[in-house]
């Protein structure tokens, strides 16, 4: 099989990766590499990949690597194949899935493993993989708390982030899906593909990459009084939350009622009055390792869930 890695840029010089590289090529020599610069290389080398018979790709970087690399693929009728080489600060996505960090077993997996067809998420006209995230209908400003920031941004979200959160001015707007709707102010939101974001933080646990549904997770706008009850709901989030709710969908139409709600996708900004997510089923088949916890047959049976 033809198999290509995309490397980003920023990681090309390193020692770990060159040799990883190396030590793929005296397995597999016709091993190719290519190698971004700058913003739009990733589209384009997709592109030429697949003219000259690329049939499986390697997204070398962080989740804004398998972003980009996702979102040209999503643009051909004819899709090769995508493998992962996480090396990125995080890396959410390619944990989640169990991929491995070490560059030499990611990329043993990633040339001899085999591939699955995963879902990705899309929003309006662009795609993401793992989760898109953000402070709902709200603008960031200095004043914002920096874990909330680092939220918005695809870093560190904790339960401090969102304590502080109460003395942040959310902003009000409207949540729909093909069963509920639901109207307010929310401080942040979630809709995940996959389960983890900002370097570790589970925000979606029962999410799966080949389910067909997207995992949204919303936290309404709370006063200091509420304080221990949302961080009981943080702990077990539910459909029913009064304060956090997280539920399964097909897709959810997201629309401010004041201003411009910015968002990440896998860590890359978009910004749109009106969102529309929505799963595409089936869309990319990733390779993935022989026990992937994302995938529903990986999740216990009912009764072994208790």
Do not use: H
């Amino acid at each position: 099989m033809k198999t290509r890695i995309i490397l980003n840029g920023k990681k090309a010089g390193s020692k770990n990766v060159r040799d990883a590289i190396s030590e793929t090529r005296k397995k597999f020599p016709a091993f190719e590499v290519r190698v971004t610069y700058e913003f739009g290389d990733a589209e384009r080398l997709v592109n030429e990949a697949v003219a000259e018979g690329v049939e499986r790709l390697v997204a070398g970087g962080g989740d804004g690597t398998i972003n980009e690399l996702a979102n040209a693929m999503m643009k051909l009728s004819r899709r090769p194949e995508l493998a992962i080489m996480p090396l990125g600060t995080a890396n959410d996505f390619a944990t989640g899935c169990n991929i491995p960090r070490d560059p030499v077993a990611a990329l043993s997996l990633a040339v001899e493993g085999k591939s699955t067809p995963i879902d990705v998420g899309k929003a309006n006209d662009r795609y993401f993989v793992n989760v898109a995230s953000g402070g709902f209908g709200a603008e960031v400003t200095v004043d914002t708390p920096v874990e909330l920031k680092n939220f918005l941004g695809g870093g560190a979200y904790t339960l401090t982030g969102l304590v502080k959160a109460m003395s942040f001015t959310p902003y009000r707007g409207k949540f729909v899906t093909e069963d509920t709707e639901l109207s307010g102010a929310a401080i942040v939101g979630a809709v995940c593909n996959g389960r983890q974001a900002g370097g570790g933080q589970v925000l979606a646990p029962n999410a799966c990459i080949d389910d067909g549904l997207l995992d949204v997770l919303i936290v309404i706008d709370f006063a200091a009084r509420d304080l221990r009850q949302v961080r009981d709901e943080l702990l077990n989030p539910s459909p029913e939350g009064e304060f956090v709710k997280l539920f399964q969908t097909k897709w959810v139409e997201m629309s401010a009622q004041d201003k411009i709600a910015p968002f990440n996708l896998d860590g890359e900004p978009y910004r749109s009055k009106v969102i529309r997510f929505e799963a595409v089923p089936g869309a990319i088949d990733l390779v993935l390792p022989e026990f992937c916890p994302l995938l529903k047959e990986a999740q216990p049976a009912p009764d072994e869930a208790g």
